[in-house]
T-cell receptor
Framework: KAGVTQTPRYLIKTRGQQVTLSCSPI?????VSWYQQTPGQGLQFLFE???????NKGNFPGRFSGRQFSNSRSEMNVSTLELGDSALYLC?????????????FGPGTRLTVL | GQQLNQSPQSMFIQEGEDVSMNCTSS?????WLWYKQEPGEGPVLLIA?????ELTSNGRLTAQFGITRKDSFLNISASIPSDVGIYFC???????????FGQGTTLQVKP
């Protein structure tokens, strides 16, 4: 099976702009989660989507939003970019059934805000 | 945000040595996971633990889910240069997609 894919891999934006990142989960996986990774804060959970509905949300401002499509692909959007939003944004997918299962990560999108 | 306490923060060892790292939390988890991340890549799952007391191996890697459900450890035996990377523990409660991560252990192996 193909793994989790994320596009683009690298992105450079300026303060005040907005950005949309895309994630395609492993085939058959219905749950997609997003994480932000920075040297200072480490890996922090942003949100999880399952069957097109946001199921969990981390402690991030409303500038961070996401959505999931019927084919389980997901996008996350960051509006009014700040310098501190520079980070590696990781997407992870899992089957999302009734039993605890494990998440598989994509390679990430490296966002630099100038 | 919340993080798990992972130690040591970094290790520099000789090829062939065994490595041990651990993760502790003030609250319980239902699942413990261990990931490895290399530069420019996302974390890769190494071992998943679902039951308190569970001991699971994956090649030279062995991990255990602590009996109190508040800790886990990872051992790497006979380290090789390709073991270099950052190792993260992660805890999960229930059946959610929210993982709480440790700060990571950076492993360097000298040939």
């Amino acid at each position: 099976k193909a793994g989790v894919t994320q596009t683009p891999r690298y992105l450079i934006k300026t303060r005040g702009q907005q950005v949309t990142l895309s994630c395609s989960p492993i085939s058959g996986h219905r749950s997609v989660s997003w994480y932000q990774q920075t040297p200072g804060q480490g890996l922090q959970f942003l949100f999880e989507y399952f069957s097109e509905t946001q199921r969990n949300k981390g402690n991030f401002p409303g500038r961070f939003s996401g959505r999931q499509f019927s084919n389980s692909r997901s996008e996350m959007n960051v509006s009014t970019l700040e310098l501190g939003d520079s980070a590696l944004y990781l997407c992870a997918s899992r089957p999302g059934g009734s039993s605890p299962d494990t998440q598989y990560f994509g390679p990430g999108t490296r966002l630099t805000v100038l | 945000g919340q993080q798990l306490n992972q130690s040591p923060q970094s290790m520099f060892i000789q090829e062939g040595e065994d490595v041990s790292m651990n993760c502790t939390s003030s609250s319980i988890f239902n699942t413990w996971l261990w990931y490895k991340q290399e530069p420019g890549e996302g974390p890769v799952l190494l071992i998943a633990l679902y039951k308190a007391g569970e001991l699971t191996s994956n090649g030279r890697l062995t991990a255990q889910f602590g009996i109190t459900r508040k800790d886990s450890f990872l051992n790497i035996s006979a380290s090789i240069p390709s073991d270099v990377g950052i190792y993260f523990c992660a805890g999960q409660r229930g059946n959610t997609g929210k993982l709480i991560f440790g700060q990571g252990t950076t492993l360097q192996v000298k040939p």
